[in-house]
C-alpha cells in the first residue's frame, strides 16, 4: 500500500472551512484513499474514501487531483467538534481483509 | 443497526500478569474484524485482523495472540504482559471494506 504524507498539525478558525492536504505520490491506479478521524480518546471514525473522483457526503468533501498524487479533505464550516487527529490512508481494494495503515495524521485544532 | 463492545474500558494489570481483553459485534454477520494499539502520543498500529472464525492474521511480532471463537467475538491475549504493553487497545469491524467501525477502547496500563 502506498504511504502518504500529512503536515503533523493545522489551526482552524470555527465556522471556516478546514483544508487538509494529503500527498500519496505513490499511489497506484487501483489504491482508494480513505479519511478518518480520531477524537481524542476514542476510536477512529470513518469520514469519507475515493477512487479518482471527487466525493462529498454529510460531513466533508474529498479533492483528489487528477493525478491522483494528492487529495484534500475540505470540512466546510469547522466547529470544535472537530477538533481531531485526521488520518490520510491509502490502500488497495479489498486486499488482505480490508486492513488499513495508519499514519501519524494531521492534528487539527479548531479554535473560537 | 451495529454496535460494537469492547471491555474492560480500563485496566491495570503489573507485569508478567495475563491479559484477555473482550471485544463482540452486533447487528452484522461475518465481519471482519481488527485489534489495533495505539502507545501514547503515536498512532495506531494494526495488531491483528481476522476474516472468519478461527483465521486469524498477525501483523506483528509480539507476545499477543489474538482468537475468534465465534462469528461476533474477536479476543486479544498475553500470557505474560510486558510494559510495552501498555496503550490504548481497539477493535474494529468491517463489513463492506469501505469503513471499518472502531469500539470504544481499552486503556491498558502495565505496572
Known amino acids: 500500500d502506498a504511504k502518504t504524507t500529512q503536515p503533523t498539525s493545522m489551526d482552524c478558525a470555527e465556522g471556516r472551512a478546514a483544508n487538509l492536504p494529503c500527498n500519496h505520490s505513490?499511489?497506484?491506479?487501483?489504491?482508494?484513499v480513505y479519511w478518518y478521524r480520531q477524537i481524542h480518546s476514542q476510536g477512529p471514525q470513518y469520514i469519507i474514501h475515493g477512487l479518482k473522483n471527487n466525493e462529498t457526503n454529510e460531513m466533508a468533501s474529498l479533492i483528489i487531483t487528477e493525478d491522483r498524487k494528492s487529495s484534500t479533505l475540505i470540512l466546510p464550516h469547522a466547529t470544535l467538534r472537530d477538533t481531531a487527529v485526521y488520518y490520510c490512508i491509502v490502500r488497495v481494494w479489498g486486499n488482505q481483509g480490508g486492513k488499513l495503515i495508519f499514519g501519524q495524521g494531521t492534528e487539527l485544532s479548531v479554535k473560537p | 443497526s451495529q454496535t460494537i463492545h469492547q471491555w474492560p474500558a480500563t485496566l491495570v494489570q503489573p507485569v508478567g500478569s495475563p491479559l484477555s481483553l473482550e471485544c463482540t459485534v452486533e447487528g452484522t454477520s461475518n465481519p471482519n474484524l481488527y485489534w489495533y494499539r495505539q502507545a501514547a502520543g503515536r498512532g495506531l498500529q494494526l495488531l491483528f485482523y481476522s476474516v472468519g472464525i478461527g483465521q486469524i492474521s498477525s501483523e506483528v511480532p509480539q507476545n499477543l495472540s489474538a482468537s475468534r471463537p465465534q462469528d461476533r467475538q474477536f479476543i486479544l491475549s498475553s500470557k505474560k504482559l510486558l510494559l510495552s504493553d501498555s496503550g490504548f487497545y481497539l477493535c474494529?469491524?468491517?463489513?463492506?471494506?469501505?469503513?471499518?467501525?472502531f469500539g470504544p477502547g481499552t486503556r491498558l496500563t502495565v505496572t
Open positions: 505513490t499511489i497506484s491506479g487501483n489504491e482508494y
Open positions: 474494529a469491524w468491517s463489513e463492506n471494506q469501505y469503513e471499518q467501525y
